[in-house]
């Protein structure tokens, strides 16, 4: 480390600057969660990892109604109008339960529409 005196502050600062920002989602997160009597639409967050089939076991055991799958696949969006649902997910494996987006984040979905409306004021 010697030939690059100035790196080592960089590094120092940068992992700092991580687990600073590690700690405060850890917070927020936490906070986010919804509380074990929730139901309606949510996420259901299961371990980084965790199948889709294993999730999708997890979700029906829970007895919520697996809307879709996100990009990521241990999260997924699911349904229930029973209260309890979030507590029932939590108990199934999954590590919290978080209100629905409200628009569906998707690879090139800004494109997709674009494309549609394009397509829409050229036709005849």
């Not at 502050?9 to 405060?24: D, E, H, K, P």
């Not at 590590?95 to 036709?123: E, H, V």
Request: aromatic share 8%; proline share 6%.
């Amino acid at each position: 480390m010697r030939a690059w005196p100035g790196h080592r502050l960089a590094l120092s600062l940068f992992l700092g600057g991580l687990a600073i920002w590690i700690s405060v989602m850890a917070v927020v997160m936490r906070h986010a969660a919804l509380p074990a009597e929730a139901s309606g639409t949510m996420l259901a967050v299961f371990e980084p990892g965790t199948t889709g089939d294993q999730a999708f076991a997890s979700i029906t055991r829970a007895g919520a109604r697996p809307i879709r799958e996100t990009a990521f696949g241990f999260i997924w969006v699911v349904a229930d109008e029973q209260p309890g649902l979030a507590g029932r997910l939590e108990r199934e494996g999954a590590i919290g339960a978080y209100r629905d987006l409200p628009l569906s984040p998707t690879i090139a979905g800004c494109f997709a529409l674009a494309d549609a409306k394009m397509a829409n004021l050229w036709a005849p």
